[in-house]
Nanobody, 122 residues
Framework: QVQLLESGGGSVQAGGSLRLTCVASEFAYRRYYMAWFRQAPGKEREGVAIAGTNMYSTAYADSVKGRFTISQDNAENELYLQMNNLKQDDTAMYYC???????????????WGQGTQVTVYS
């Protein structure tokens, strides 16, 4: 069974930090490239960060470079997103996803979690 479950969202003041966690089924974690996406109201879904593999390096959207860090715990099938120096523009629903390409294009991703809301206020 393919399953992704996100947690860790919340409301935080600008400049603050949050850490998101995605617990994946072993099937999904071993089969797919794992990444984080986000979607703000009225905007398209965008790739935030994708985990590195033996063949590919970790990659980030330009808007989060230097502030967000993606990491994994392979023993627990978990994916994390550490978000520091949060800005109001980071407000969105954040999704964990598994893809068939190592990219940040939503169309390359075939399994999605339900999402966790991140709200950054001034």
């Amino acid at each position: 069974q393919v399953q992704l479950l996100e947690s860790g969202g919340g409301s935080v003041q600008a400049g603050g930090s949050l850490r998101l966690t995605c617990v994946a089924s072993e099937f999904a974690y071993r089969r797919y490239y794992m990444a984080w996406f986000r979607q703000a109201p009225g905007k398209e879904r965008e790739g935030v960060a994708i985990a590195g593999t033996n063949m590919y390096s970790t990659a980030y959207a330009d808007s989060v470079k230097g502030r967000f860090t993606i990491s994994q715990d392979n023993a627990e099938n978990e994916l994390y997103l550490q978000m520091n120096n949060l800005k109001q523009d980071d407000t969105a629903m954040y999704y964990c996803a598994g893809g068939v390409q190592h990219s940040l294009r939503p169309e390359d991703f075939v399994v999605w979690g339900q999402g966790t809301q991140v709200t950054v206020y001034s």
